[in-house]
């Protein structure tokens, strides 16, 4: 493969981890506390809504579609002699700190309130905790693709 369509490759990527890392940061930043000033009726109801709108085409291309080709240029980068070990680095981080946190912690944790009924008893102590837990996850993958974008476009830069 030719040097320049490696750097075109890992630079894609690398953007599309920040953009990937930029959703998650809206809902770290501000998305999340206005559910939780909403109340747990509200706040279960919504998040449940936008549980069931993430599951589209769009968001599937850009989270999964980063982490495969962030594999692909991660294997690519390995056998370069100018790519260095940042775009595999930051290729392993977007899949364990995005794709792995979010099918381990995040989705569980979605399909936990999907369950319950928002307004009962029951279902408020489950939003209560899952604002909580969900938040702190939701952290913990921004910054994996804010890392990931930056390792991966630093590896574009060398090249």
């Given at each position: 493969m030719?040097?320049d369509l490696?750097t ?12 990937v ?6 809902f770290?930043?501000f998305?999340?506390?206005?559910l939780?000033?909403a ?30 080709l962030g594999a692909?240029v991660?294997?690519m980068?390995l056998i370069s ?7 595999t ?5 977007y899949i ?6 979010t099918g381990?912690?995040?989705v ?10 928002a307004?009962t008893p ?24 804010i ?6 476009l630093a ?5």
């Amino acid at each position: 493969m030719s040097p320049d369509l490696l750097t075109f490759l890992t630079a894609a990527t690398g953007v599309a981890a920040a953009l990937v890392g930029g959703i998650f940061f809206a809902f770290s930043s501000f998305v999340m506390a206005g559910l939780g000033r909403a109340g747990p009726e509200a706040g279960t109801k919504a998040m449940q809504q936008i549980n069931i709108t993430v599951i589209n085409p769009l968001v599937f291309l850009f989270l999964l579609g980063t982490a495969v080709l962030g594999a692909v240029v991660a294997a690519m980068a390995l056998i370069s002699t100018s790519a260095g070990l940042f775009p595999t680095l930051g290729a392993a981080l977007y899949i364990f700190g995005c794709i792995g946190v979010t099918g381990t912690r995040n989705v569980p944790l979605n399909n936990a309130l999907e369950r319950v009924d928002a307004g009962t008893p029951e279902g408020n102590a489950v939003w209560e905790d899952y604002l909580r837990r969900w938040t702190f996850w939701n952290h913990v993958r921004t910054l994996a693709c804010i890392g990931s974008a930056g390792f991966i476009l630093a590896g574009a830069l060398q090249m």
